[in-house]
């Protein structure tokens, strides 16, 4: 299959709008709170990062700063990484699932760096699916689970094209 008009349809960078996840139908709390900040980029080359976090005070202590000093609290700093989400890497259109420039499934990964050392080197598995709303593009992202009582949505705006 070839891909390269997808990837370059796909190119870009959004901005997060919404993260919501349910299990059995109940939404789920995020991990990012209720009023989320994030990017994701895509470029034409196979490259991509995604960045989430939380806004909310009581999720983002506000007396740590870069770089961490010995007299910062181990709490804070867990708390931030406990509502933070950061990875970067490759990225290629799955070529067992049927796909267009609308729709269709990604692989992130190799995963080069990310903040759940875990994830380094992982691939993981998101669905898409492009709307055009007049001179808006929204990209819907969704998690496949193999749990049928588990649903995410991941809502992007983009603000760049790339």
Not at 77 to 83: A, D, I, K, R, T
Not at 95 to 115: E, I, K
């Amino acid at each position: 299959m070839k891909t390269d008009h997808i990837i370059a349809a796909l190119a870009g960078t959004y901005s997060l709008i919404n993260s919501t996840a349910w299990q059995n139908g109940t939404e789920l709390p995020s991990p990012w709170g209720s009023n989320p900040v994030g990017l994701l980029t895509y470029t034409r080359y196979g490259y991509m990062t995604a960045n989430m976090a939380a806004t909310e005070a009581d999720l983002r202590p506000v007396n740590i700063r870069w770089p961490p000093k010995n007299t910062d609290a181990d709490a804070d700093w867990s708390l931030v990484g406990m509502h933070a989400m950061s990875y970067a890497g490759f990225f290629s259109i799955n070529a067992s699932v049927p796909a267009t420039t609308h729709r269709g499934q990604l692989l992130h990964g190799p995963m080069v760096a990310a903040s759940v050392p875990v994830m380094v080197g992982s691939t993981s598995r998101r669905n898409y699916v492009m709307h055009e709303r007049g001179e808006a593009t929204y990209l819907l992202v969704s998690v496949p689970s193999d749990d049928p009582t588990f649903r995410s949505e991941i809502w992007w705006k983009r603000v760049a094209k790339g």
